[in-house]
Structures are given as structure tokens and as C-alpha cells.
């Protein structure tokens, strides 16, 4: 069976081709037009996404050595993420898959990111036997869900205002550097002291004497982002030069800090005994290490993806579609942006 994944919720437009559960080809483009402003742009992500599926579409099928004739069914991302830029991949995957006359399969983009550790390329890493916990974490979200062996999950900690993501890229903008900035954070941090400066870490045992703060899986990062913009503001360009990679390496610290123990603490709540990572901020350095020596002495497995896949990309969407295929869920006609529930019925 080859399945085309389409993906372009953000700032990525990507195209992959899954043939009988293994990665044979994986386009990835990221858009550059949105460096200039700190941020992504919708208007201008969706233009770059109907500027360039096409091509995208057309290098994976390439790459993978098939036609369009060759595929079994089409998979796209049908939410969340910015619809402007979810519609274009939406309606050309729904058009392609109606000419062709085979099957379409909505896929949710954070359901893809769970599943995204257990794909590689060339091959496709079975999930864990029993249940597992997921650590989703990017620019746009932060969860951690507990996912079932039927591949079902219920949501058990979300963030309450911003992502985790987020902050690596706002703080990183205070300190002046380029967008997006958590890539550059965790290079930066590389040369620096993270117990530089003990920024805070919002409802974790470090922020509350009481144990009100046991059994809380949510999260809360825009405190941090107050405290690291009004402690910048009291310090010296100068000062603040010299100790760039100090500052970095400390907003890494507490970032991190609060996503190791509340993983942990579900891991610990719930015995089980395997943990994944997921999601753009997945490739953060640090937060792999601290959550691996976490994992480690507590007897706890640790998923990750491959760099290639802690971001955006379509390889995950058409990993996902397999398994739904492979459990039976019946192919849709056509599909609107709309939130919608998973096949494996998610309970939040």
C-alpha cells in the first residue's frame, strides 16, 4: 500500500510517501518569508503553501519512485493549525484523492506528533505494548496525554497560556536573537551556565512551598516570559552581551526543568513505565538529556523521534492514516475544517 501524507497546518509545506508502513520518501520545506517579522504570518503561509504543494507533492512521489496511479490513499492534516494554511493541503489532497478515485483519510496534527516517535526513515518502529506517555511539546501546544495500546489517549495536562515553544521564541526575541529562536537557545545555551539566574517555573515544587502542586499536570509558561523580560530590563546591554549565553542556557533550564518533572510525575502517577517526546521543541538538546537520565533512574523507556520528524512534516500524517487503515476506519468522502474527534474517540 502507498499512502501520500500531506502536511501544511504552519509554516511547513511537506510531502511524504508511506509504502507498507515504511518511509520511502519525506519533503520537507520550510518558509522563510516570516523571519523578518518574529513570527509566522498566515496570510503569507498560506500563499507559500498553495505556491508550492504542487512541487512538494510531486518530489515525493518522485523520490519514492511511483506515480500518481501508484497510490492507495491520501492522507492530509485536517486541524489543528492555521486554516487558511490546513485548507490548502485539505482541498488539494480531497481534489487529488477524488481524481484518482481512491480513499481519504483526515489525520489530526497533534494525534501525528504522538505517534511521530515510533517512525524512522526506512522503517516503522512498532509503539509500545501497553500504554505509554506523551509529551507533545511545540510553538503552538504543550500536553501530556496518556495513549492507549487501541490508540486512543486521554489528555491529562495542557498548558494554560502559552507553549513551551512559544517561550523559547519570545525570550529568545528579547535577547535579540533571530526567529525562530529555540534552535538558537539550545546552541547558545551549549557555552553557558544554566544556574546563572533561577528564573521561575510555574506550578512545579520549586514555585509552591505547599504540595498543592502535586497531582497538577498543567502548565504555565508566560510568567516565565514576564520575569525574563522585566529581569532584562533592570541589566545593561553590556551585561547583557556578555552573559548571552548564561541568560540562554537559564531560560533552557527552567523550560525544561518544568517539562521533566511534569512528564515524570505522570509517569509516576499513572506506573507506567514508558514515556515519549514529540513536537518541534522534541529536538531541544537539553530537554532529550534531562528527560533521558529522568527516564533512567526511574526504569522508565524513552521514545524519541528522529530530528527530522520532531517538526512539521508529512511522514507523520501518512504513519498515522496507516494505522487507522490498518484498524478498519472507513475512508471519507470529503472533509471540512471543523474541530473534530479522533477515530479512537480521544477523551479529554
Given at each position: 500500500?502507498?499512502?501520500?501524507?500531506?502536511?501544511?497546518?504552519?509554516?511547513?509545506?511537506?510531502?511524504?510517501?508511506?509504502?507498507?508502513?515504511?518511509?520511502?520518501?519525506?519533503?520537507?520545506s520550510s518558509q522563510l518569508c516570516h523571519t523578518?517579522?518574529?513570527?509566522?504570518?498566515?496570510?503569507?503561509?498560506?500563499?507559500?503553501?498553495?505556491?508550492?504543494?504542487?512541487?512538494?507533492?510531486?518530489?515525493?512521489?518522485?523520490?519514492?519512485?511511483?506515480?500518481?496511479?501508484?497510490?492507495?490513499?491520501?492522507?492530509?492534516?485536517?486541524?489543528?493549525?492555521?486554516?487558511?494554511?490546513?485548507?490548502?493541503?485539505?482541498?488539494?489532497?480531497?481534489?487529488?484523492?477524488?481524481?484518482?478515485?481512491?480513499?481519504?483519510?483526515?489525520?489530526?496534527?497533534?494525534?501525528?506528533?504522538?505517534?511521530?516517535?515510533?517512525?524512522?526513515?526506512?522503517?516503522?518502529?512498532?509503539?509500545?505494548?501497553?500504554?505509554?506517555?506523551?509529551?507533545?511539546v511545540s510553538g503552538g501546544h504543550t500536553l501530556?496525554?496518556?495513549?492507549?495500546?487501541?490508540?486512543?489517549?486521554?489528555?491529562?495536562?495542557?498548558?494554560?497560556?502559552?507553549?513551551?515553544?512559544?517561550?523559547?521564541?519570545?525570550?529568545?526575541?528579547?535577547?535579540?536573537?533571530?526567529?525562530?529562536?529555540?534552535?538558537?537557545?539550545?546552541?547558545?545555551?551549549?557555552?553557558?551556565?544554566?544556574?546563572?539566574?533561577?528564573?521561575?517555573?510555574?506550578?512545579?515544587?520549586?514555585?509552591?512551598?505547599?504540595?498543592?502542586?502535586?497531582?497538577?499536570?498543567?502548565?504555565?509558561?508566560?510568567?516565565?516570559?514576564?520575569?525574563?523580560?522585566?529581569?532584562?530590563?533592570?541589566?545593561?546591554?553590556?551585561?547583557?552581551?556578555?552573559?548571552?549565553?548564561?541568560?540562554?542556557?537559564?531560560?533552557?533550564?527552567?523550560?525544561?526543568?518544568?517539562?521533566?518533572?511534569?512528564?515524570?510525575?505522570?509517569?509516576?502517577?499513572?506506573?507506567?513505565?514508558?514515556?515519549?517526546?514529540?513536537?518541534?521543541?522534541?529536538?531541544?538538546?537539553?530537554?532529550?538529556?534531562?528527560?533521558?537520565?529522568?527516564?533512567?533512574?526511574?526504569?522508565?523507556?524513552?521514545?524519541?523521534?528522529?530530528?527530522?520528524?520532531?517538526?512539521?512534516?508529512?511522514?507523520?500524517?501518512?504513519?498515522?492514516?496507516?494505522?487507522?487503515?490498518?484498524?478498519?476506519?472507513?475512508?471519507?468522502?470529503?472533509?471540512?475544517?471543523?474541530?473534530?474527534?479522533?477515530?479512537?474517540?480521544?477523551?479529554?
Amino acid at each position: 500500500m502507498n499512502i501520500l501524507g500531506i502536511e501544511t497546518s504552519c509554516d511547513e509545506t511537506s510531502g511524504a510517501i508511506l509504502r507498507n508502513g515504511h518511509v520511502c520518501s519525506s519533503v520537507i520545506s520550510s518558509q522563510l518569508c516570516h523571519t523578518s517579522f518574529g513570527g509566522v504570518v498566515p496570510e503569507l503561509a498560506s500563499r507559500e503553501h498553495e505556491r508550492l504543494i504542487v512541487s512538494i507533492v510531486d518530489a515525493a512521489i518522485t523520490e519514492a519512485n511511483i506515480t500518481k496511479n501508484e497510490l492507495d490513499a491520501i492522507a492530509a492534516t485536517a486541524g489543528p493549525g492555521l486554516i487558511g494554511a490546513v485548507m490548502v493541503g485539505l482541498s488539494f489532497a480531497q481534489g487529488l484523492a477524488w481524481a484518482l478515485g481512491i480513499p481519504f483519510v483526515p489525520v489530526n496534527h497533534i494525534e501525528a506528533h504522538i505517534f511521530s516517535p515510533f517512525i524512522s526513515e526506512g522503517a516503522c518502529h512498532r509503539a509500545p505494548e501497553g500504554c505509554f506517555v506523551s509529551l507533545t511539546v511545540s510553538g503552538g501546544h504543550t500536553l501530556l496525554s496518556v495513549v492507549e495500546p487501541d490508540l486512543s489517549y486521554t489528555v491529562v495536562g495542557r498548558t494554560l497560556d502559552d507553549a513551551a515553544g512559544e517561550a523559547f521564541d519570545k525570550t529568545g526575541k528579547m535577547l535579540g536573537l533571530p526567529y525562530p529562536a529555540g534552535p538558537v537557545i539550545d546552541k547558545l545555551a551549549e557555552q553557558g551556565d544554566p544556574s546563572f539566574h533561577l528564573f521561575p517555573r510555574a506550578l512545579t515544587s520549586r514555585s509552591q512551598s505547599s504540595k498543592s502542586w502535586l497531582g497538577n499536570f498543567d502548565f504555565s509558561f508566560s510568567g516565565m516570559k514576564t520575569s525574563v523580560l522585566t529581569w532584562l530590563q533592570r541589566q545593561t546591554s553590556e551585561f547583557i552581551e556578555f552573559h548571552k549565553a548564561d541568560i540562554a542556557a537559564s531560560i533552557q533550564a527552567a523550560i525544561v526543568g518544568v517539562l521533566v518533572e511534569k512528564s515524570m510525575a505522570v509517569v509516576r502517577s499513572r506506573g507506567i513505565r514508558a514515556l515519549s517526546i514529540a513536537g518541534g521543541v522534541s529536538a531541544n538538546s537539553a530537554l532529550r538529556n534531562a528527560m533521558q537520565e529522568a527516564c533512567d533512574r526511574e526504569g522508565v523507556t524513552l521514545y524519541l523521534p528522529k530530528t527530522l520528524y520532531s517538526t512539521d512534516n508529512a511522514a507523520m500524517i501518512a504513519t498515522l492514516a496507516n494505522l487507522k487503515i490498518s484498524r478498519g476506519m472507513k475512508a471519507e468522502c470529503h472533509y471540512n475544517i471543523t474541530p473534530y474527534a479522533s477515530f479512537a474517540a480521544a477523551k479529554r
